[in-house]
């Protein structure tokens, strides 16, 4: 409805009527208008109408929506079902062209506009997260593995003589295969246990830039956001390494958006040193369906090259989905949700830390990482099965997230192996077990983690102690359960859990 077709319908229905419809079209359209002036983020979320509203009038602007279009190309934006229509908003033609994911395309000015739309309110709560000289950044339809592999990729261009890629340990399959996949060579640099906390080695990292030569390292590749008892990377010292040397540094920040600690890591590794690229995942950080990631960096012209080295258009789902979401929340709705994820990790900690104490373990002491904490599963220690069988235990409870990890785990990962594999370390001192305060945790969700535990906690203590019981009945002598006797009784416990006979 625009002012012509207003003014014929007072002809219709009584003109006061007409006008009071016409002022709340406008109060829409004036949010609609300052999105598009700005191209930030508003201050408070939109309501779905106004959403529905927006995301229609780009879909009329794609000309597979154009009334009486004929299409002969390959590409037209046909789609057979209706129900996969109405799931995009019609916006078929996707993003990007087949040079640059970032290009407008001439038949779809909508799309194209929706495009540009998402990238400048992302890049708006970057800076509002924490990253204020963030200069660029885009969207992309991967999840943050293959957009990590997309950066080196773009850096094989700069650096064609280089092969190799410094890499502080962090036992995460997708950010090694990321390097792997991308053809390059990565240098393992093992983290110094401090306290216990496991920490970047720069001394190490220094040494091996000296030893293989500046020239043939294609970049530092480091991380924020982690399983503890690994925390965040040294960005800063890392950052003016790269600096020092003239390497390229890409930052694997897969959820530290929501971390404030992470967002500042990088602000000052920037302001001090270097950081080219800095990736993010965005279901992780904005509660959005997996497939997608932002690469944003502090040189605008570098990170255009990431988004030229895309091949082809691309998926417009994972934009569509950012943009809905950060439209809902507007940006005090999102610094609500950093707030609360904020407090419910020290909730988290203080709950845990009660629950280790009352089981003789404890909460390892992990200040360095914002959003992971680590409990001591030392009560296992000799019983590596039985580590792996709690985590089922608390898996079949409905405990989803929690992860235990054993000691001397061997994993082989894209033909290097790796010893202690998921402790970030050749010889973790003790078993652990992970939980995390992420964006939309709620207290009910802590609740239920602790009461579920603790249970199979005192299942684990109980029938430990009735088999060793037992054996010292047998023989007249005290025994401890051996630990064939325990993974026989983790098995049993994780039968008993599948077949429905203990309550949560």
């Known amino acids: 409805m625009n002012c012509e077709n207003f003014s014929i319908s007072e002809k219709i229905v009584s003109s006061s009527y007409i006008r009071q419809g016409a002022q709340a079209r406008r109060t829409h359209e004036q949010l609609i208008r300052l999105l598009l002036e700005k191209g930030k983020c508003p201050e408070d979320g ?12 780009l879909a009329v602007m794609d000309s597979n929506n154009f009334l009486g279009n004929c299409g002969v190309g390959e590409r ?32 779809a000015a909508g799309s194209s506009l929706l495009n540009k ?72 640099v093992e ?59 890409i930052v694997n920040n897969a959820y530290g958006v929501q971390s404030s600690k992470c967002m500042h890591l990088i602000q000052q590794g920037a302001r001090v040193g270097r950081i080219d690229a800095f990736v993010q995942s965005l279901d992780k950080n904005f509660m959005v369906p997996v497939g997608g990631a932002i690469i944003a960096g502090f ?14 258009r691309a998926s417009a789902s994972p934009s569509l989905d950012v943009l809905i979401t950060l439209l809902s929340l507007g940006t005090n709705g999102y610094k609500q949700l950093l707030k609360e994820r904020k407090e419910m990790y020290t909730y988290l900690a203080e709950e845990l830390k009660k629950l280790a104490e009352a089981h003789g373990e ?35 409870r409905q405990v989803s997230g929690a992860r235990v ?41 802590v609740d239920l983690c602790i009461k579920r535990l603790d249970k199979c906690l005192k299942t684990f203590k109980r029938e430990k102690g009735d088999q060793s019981d037992k054996l010292e009945s047998e023989s007249g002598n005290p025994a401890t359960a051996s630990e064939e006797d325990v993974s026989e009784l983790a098995e049993r416990f994780q039968e008993e859990a599948c077949l429905g006979l203990r309550k949560l």
């Open 46 to 57: 939109w309501d779905e109408s106004t959403i529905e509203l927006f995301l229609n009038e």
């Open 76 to 107: 037209e934006g046909r789609v057979a079902s209706s129900l996969v229509a109405r799931r995009h908003y019609r916006l078929i033609h996707g993003i990007g062209r087949s040079g640059d994911i970032a290009a407008v395309q001439p038949k």
């Open 117 to 188: 739309l998402t990238n400048a309110v992302v890049l708006d709560i970057l800076k509002a997260a924490g990253v204020r000289t963030v200069s660029s950044c885009f969207v992309v339809p991967m999840a943050t593995g293959m957009s990590l592999t997309l950066c080196f990729l773009t850096l094989r261009h700069r650096r064609p003589k280089a092969k190799y890629i410094l890499w502080p340990r962090i036992d995460q399959k997708s950010c090694f295969k990321s390097m792997i996949t991308a053809g390059f060579e990565p240098v393992i």
């Open 191 to 249: 983290s110094l246990l401090e306290g216990d906390e496991l920490r970047t080695d720069l001394q190490t990292v220094e040494s091996k830039i000296k030893e293989l030569g500046p020239e043939n390292i294609v970049c530092v590749h480091s991380t924020t956001s982690c399983f503890a008892p690994r925390v965040p990377d040294r960005l800063e010292e890392l950052a003016q390494m790269c600096a020092k040397y003239e390497i390229p540094h």
């Open 299 to 312: 040189n605008e012209s570098f990170i255009q090259e990431i988004s030229r080295m895309y091949p082809g």
């Open 362 to 396: 404890r909460l390892l002491e992990t200040s360095h990482n914002p959003i992971s904490l680590a409990m001591s599963l030392g009560n296992f220690e000799k019983h590596t099965k039985a580590v792996t069988q709690l985590g089922s235990m608390l898996f079949t």
């Open 405 to 445: 990890v054993p000691l001397g785990t061997e994993q082989t990962v894209s033909g290097y192996t790796f010893q202690g594999f998921m402790s970030h370390t050749n010889e973790y001192p003790c078993p652990y077990l992970n939980a995390a305060s992420a964006i939309g945790i709620t207290r009910q969700d």
